[in-house]
T-cell receptor
């Protein structure tokens, strides 16, 4: 009974392709997030949704489009993939402000 | 704006020795502080958190951290390192609404025999 699950775990694709990463949480949390971890392990928030509403959008290129069909799911679609998009993408959820965030195991995206 | 600085990107200790990982934060309002641990090829796991109240916070796996407002610090300690503690450790801060977590650059802890 995984709390925050992401699929796929690994994604290898070519430049210019479009890909999606899915995230689901079974914790009943209202808020979900996407983070990007680069090759130097630096973690930066990309998006935050609260009960399907976009709360945080951190100057992420328009090629990245999050979608939240319900509060248990937050998917990330990426258009026209570029070499610089290679990273590990983490989904997380939390019950509310200032509460700890629970992270998925990440999706390792590699652009050839 | 909030920020976190972790001094030392790599820390190496002997098994059984004291672990000290440093974290300093910058925030114009009272911060909420967290330490997370990341094992290879895994997500982040919460070690401990400071919200309000007691400044000495105990977490999982024998770790603890002390919030020192005067020093704007939240250093992580463990009295006796174990081989299984080898991992990447992240300090993080959140302040205002939206629960935006700002992470430090991480410290890789190596434990040697």
């Amino acid at each position: 009974d995984t709390a925050v699950s992401q699929t796929p775990k690994y994604l290898v694709t070519q430049m210019g392709n479009d890909k999606s990463i899915k995230c689901e949480q079974n914790l009943g949390h209202d808020t979900m997030y996407w983070y990007k971890q680069d090759s130097k392990k630096f973690l930066k928030i990309m998006f935050s949704y609260n009960n399907k509403e976009l709360i945080i959008n951190e100057t992420v290129p328009n090629r990245f489009s999050p979608k939240s069909p319900d509060k248990a799911h937050l998917n990330l679609h990426i258009n026209s993939l570029e070499l610089g998009d290679s990273a590990v993408y983490f989904c997380a959820s939390s019950p509310g402000d200032h509460q700890p965030q629970h992270f998925g195991d990440g999706t390792r995206l590699s652009i050839l | 704006a909030q920020s976190v600085t972790q001094l030392g990107s790599h820390v190496s200790v002997s098994e059984g020795a004291l672990v000290l990982l440093r974290c300093n934060y910058s925030s114009s309002v009272p911060p909420y502080l967290f330490w997370y641990v990341q094992y290879p090829n895994q997500g982040l796991q919460l070690l401990l958190k400071y919200t309000t109240g007691a400044t000495l916070v105990k977490g999982i796996n024998g770790f603890e951290a002390e919030f020192k407002k005067s020093e704007t610090s939240f250093h992580l300690t463990k009295p006796s390192a174990h081989m299984s503690d080898a991992a990447e450790y992240f300090c993080a801060v959140t302040t205002g609404g939206g629960n935006k977590l700002t992470f430090g650059t991480g410290t890789q802890l190596k434990v040697e025999l």
